[in-house]
């Protein structure tokens, strides 16, 4: 099993740190469908120092979720010792994850994210410092390289072993793909067999096979689900159930997929009030419906709802509807001649 520092998980499957995703309405049921590990998104150091509201809020961990992982973000080491600070003395969190794969312009011109994977030594530095300071277990997030010319992958992670560092997760795409293109399961196998620290393998693991083939080629402790959970957190217990009986269970039913989108919304109205969640929770309806038969044409209609029963109205007529069409086509192939021929 994956353990980290003295946090044991219960398997080897880890919900990544999604942006805008990761609050504890999606964890929760992350957590129910029995994902090992939930990684909370990642919050800056500065605006955990500077404590306001949103921010708090973002800290929050139900008791439910654990173990789980809050990820920060930044790159001035005192600030960056200090939100650690907070989240080791004022968090019920488990583990204190560091941040340096996030692609995005406006995180890197800050030093942070993924700009540390051109450098080693502040890698050491930065972890070194943050790990001296709390007594909860640090990790890293972080990507194989910054392009295709710096890949120091190796480096970095021994880097951040050195420094205490107890696990690294590896995403196997250069800060320069961003999302495109195919992650390097290479890249990882050779983080894995350079350190003896705990290694999460990241990147194209879209279906329970894919996690298994990671982990047979690697041999990571460890696969992480990001965009393949997005609508879609049967695909972690589907991954959970497969890597431990090798039993690959069916998809869910719509009736299923809309039953739990509608407790995520719920869980989001909670959370946020209505106005802000039901606004978010268009993003998510769209990859909860993803692949279900006529969904395209509701999708220009939840964009454009923002009250809770008005979205649950649409979504239970779209269930209605889908039983309808499949009920006229069982009747209509019991009809043909094909069938009577039978």
């Known amino acids: 099993m994956l353990k980290i520092g003295d946090i044991e998980m ?65 790159g001035d080491r005192e600030s960056l010792v200090e939100a650690a600070k907070v989240v080791d003395q004022e968090t019920n969190a488990d583990i204190i994850d560091i941040n340096m794969g996030c692609p995005v312009p406006k995180v890197t011109k800050c030093d942070a994210g993924a700009r540390w994977l051109l450098d080693p030594n502040k890698i050491y530095e930065m972890v070194s410092a943050v790990v001296e300071s709390v007594s909860k277990p640090v990790t890293v997030k972080m990507r194989i390289g910054w392009d295709s010319e710096h890949i120091y992958a190796v480096e970095n992670a021994r880097a951040v072993e050195r420094a205490g560092g107890q696990a690294v997760s590896v995403h196997g795409r250069t800060r320069e ?130 009250k809770r029963d008005d979205m649950v109205r649409i979504l239970d007529q779209f269930v209605s509807q889908l039983h309808m069409v499949d009920n006229d086509e069982a009747s209509t192939s019991a009809a043909s001649p094909a069938a009577v021929a039978q």
């Open 10 to 74: 219960k398997n080897q499957v880890v919900l990544a740190p999604m942006a805008g995703v990761c609050n504890p309405a999606f964890r929760l049921i992350a957590k129910e469908f029995g994902t090992g590990l939930v990684c909370a998104e990642m919050v800056s150091d500065k605006a955990i120092i500077h404590g306001n509201k949103r921010t708090r809020e973002m800290l929050f961990v139900d008791e439910r979720e654990k173990p789980l992982s809050l990820q920060i973000f930044g």
């Open 177 to 306: 793909q961003l999302y495109t293109g195919h992650a390097n399961w290479d890249i990882i196998k050779e983080v894995k067999e350079a350190v003896s620290i705990p290694v999460i393998g990241n990147g194209d693991v879209a279906s329970p096979e894919d996690a298994r083939r990671m982990l047979d080629l690697t041999n990571c402790d460890g696969v992480m689900i990001g965009r393949g959970a997005l609508g879609n957190p049967w695909m972690l217990y589907r991954t959970i159930e497969y890597l431990q009986t090798g039993e690959l269970l069916p998809d869910p039913s719509p009736e299923e997929k809309i039953r739990i989108a509608i407790l995520h919304m719920d869980r989001l109205v909670a959370l946020k009030g209505e106005a802000v969640a039901v606004r978010e929770m268009r993003k998510h309806l769209a990859w909860y419906l993803k692949g279900l038969k006529g969904s395209a044409r509701i999708k220009d209609v939840i964009m454009e709802e923002t």
